[in-house]
């Protein structure tokens, strides 16, 4: 079945160090990973997303890499700030064939991010 | 603008009562969703719609009603709570992006 799981429960930082976390894929068919982040007591927030036929996408101080041969997806963060501090989720987006794209989103396990002053 | 809020944000039932959980937005989003979340997994996708008037089964439907009478409201409803539905509930809306969904704060939900 499908499945999108992330190698490392826990991630612990310096301050202005930068961060990887990373996260394993079963299912080869989706369209598109995206990574969100959840703070405490709050909703997740979207953060990027990459199509399946791209390997690196940017943002604004994080950095999407896509290894479709290791089934492999990693979010960077660069100088890490204690606003970073948070769960991070991967998640798939995999559209039957044939049909419109209804949203509907596998999400893995997390990733907490602590970031250490 | 309130973006999604979600009524109540916390309640302890019984089991084998019944509740509603609301989540209104005001983004004009046709999708919504309802998801869980316990502790040490990722969120679950309980039931959608993809606009009013329709719902849809997501991965975890059992135990769970929706109903999506206005665009702007979807409800999820436990007709008879059991103790394995102690989690946290999202609501979420989706734009015109196919990835971005906008999440409310949650609602947290114990059945003794």
């Known amino acids: 079945g499908e499945s999108v799981g992330l190698h490392l429960p826990t991630l612990s930082v310096q301050e202005g160090d930068n961060s990887i976390i990373n996260c394993a894929y079963s299912?080869?068919?989706?369209?598109?990973f995206i990574w969100y982040k959840q703070e405490s007591g709050k909703g997740p927030q979207f953060i990027i997303d990459i199509r399946s036929n791209m390997d690196k996408r940017q943002g604004q101080r994080v950095t999407v890499l896509l290894n479709k041969t290791v089934k492999h997806l990693s979010l960077q963060i660069a100088a890490t700030q204690p606003g970073d501090s948070a769960v991070y989720f991967c998640?798939?987006?995999?559209?039957?064939?044939?049909?419109?794209?209804?949203?509907?989103?596998?999400f893995g396990q997390g990733t907490t991010l602590q970031v250490k002053p | 603008n309130a973006g999604v809020t979600q009524t109540p944000k916390f309640r302890v039932l019984k089991t084998g009562q019944s509740m509603t959980l609301l989540c209104a937005q005001d983004m004009n989003h046709e999708y919504m969703y309802w998801y869980r979340q316990d502790p040490g997994m990722g969120l679950r996708l309980i039931h959608y719609?993809?606009?009013?008037?329709?719902?849809a089964k997501g991965e975890v439907p059992d135990g769970y009603n929706v109903s999506r009478l206005k665009k702007q409201n979807f409800l999820l409803g436990l007709e008879s709570a059991a103790p394995s539905q102690t989690s946290v509930y999202f609501c979420a809306t989706r734009g015109r992006g196919w990835n971005e969904q906008f999440f409310g704060p949650g609602t947290r939900l114990t059945v003794l």
């Open positions: 719609s993809v606009g009013e008037g329709t719902t």
């Open positions: 998640a798939e987006n995999k559209r039957p064939w044939g049909s419109s794209n209804t949203g509907k989103l596998i």
């Open positions: 299912n080869s068919a989706s369209d598109y």
